[in-house]
Antibody, heavy 121, light 110 residues
Framework: QLHLQESGPGLVKPSETLSLTCTVSGGSISSSTYYWGWIRQPPGKGLEWIGSVYYIGSSYYNPSLKSRVTISVDTSKNQFSLKLTSVTAADTAIYYC?????????????WGQGTLVTVSS | QSVLTQPPSASGTPGQRVTISCSGSSSNIGSIYVYWFQQVPGTAPKLLISRNNQRPSGVPDRFSGSKSGTSASLAISGLRSEDEADYYCAAWDDSLSAAVFGGGTKLTVL
């Protein structure tokens, strides 16, 4: 069974860079069938797609965050990562990593448990 | 101000049938598939309906999805207490080149 696990600091200072890693187990991140994405959810609010990456490194971002986001993949470690620069309190959220079947689709069929990142000094 | 519009709340009694609506536009629901997610408080979202009306393995047939034009609906029949959760619709938006979600509907089982 596929398992995704987010890891990274739970507290980030304003203006700094948020960095998270998603480790995939029970399946290969190098499968040509899937894309790997990040979705976030501010406390008590709805879901927002951040972006996705393909195993060869091609990445696709939500235009609303594109200037601050980088998503990369490390196939040797079966991991993909998120970097979000110049964070503010508005970036405080639960961050989920997930697998999708198409690039142009929110068909996220497997999710990590999520990790809360708080932006505060 | 979500791209997809859902009612903030819905409710029903055990055994009842409830529907949750999702309204979009020609650049998202009107042109491509709709997806539905169920999120029990404190847990990650779970894919409930894919490609308008397909149930992933393990999803009870009490859950069904439909789409007409730029709107979609999720129906839950034989409502059970464990169905109490937040439900989100989602689609790809061609104009935004982004996956978009509805604001979510909190379902209460009375």
């Amino acid at each position: 069974q596929l398992h995704l696990q987010e890891s990274g600091p739970g507290l980030v200072k304003p203006s700094e860079t948020l960095s998270l890693t998603c480790t995939v187990s029970g399946g290969s991140i190098s499968s040509s069938t899937y894309y790997w994405g990040w979705i976030r959810q501010p406390p008590g609010k709805g879901l927002e797609w951040i972006g996705s990456v393909y195993y060869i490194g091609s990445s696709y971002y939500n235009p609303s965050l594109k200037s601050r986001v980088t998503i990369s993949v490390d196939t040797s470690k079966n991991q993909f990562s998120l970097k979000l620069t110049s964070v503010t309190a508005a970036d405080t959220a639960i961050y989920y990593c997930a697998r999708s079947i198409w690039r142009t689709s929110p068909e996220f069929d497997f999710w990590g448990q999520g990790t809360l990142v708080t932006v505060s000094s | 101000q979500s791209v997809l519009t859902q009612p903030p709340s819905a409710s029903g009694t055990p055994g009842q049938r409830v529907t949750i609506s999702c309204s979009g536009s020609s650049s998202n629901i009107g042109s491509i598939y709709v997806y539905w997610f169920q999120q029990v408080p404190g847990t990650a979202p779970k894919l409930l309906i894919s490609r308008n009306n397909q149930r992933p393995s393990g999803v009870p047939d009490r859950f069904s999805g439909s789409k007409s034009g730029t709107s979609a609906s999720l129906a839950i029949s034989g409502l059970r207490s464990e169905d109490e959760a937040d439900y989100y619709c989602a689609a790809w938006d061609d104009s935004l080149s982004a996956a978009v979600f509805g604001g979510g509907t909190k379902l209460t089982v009375l």
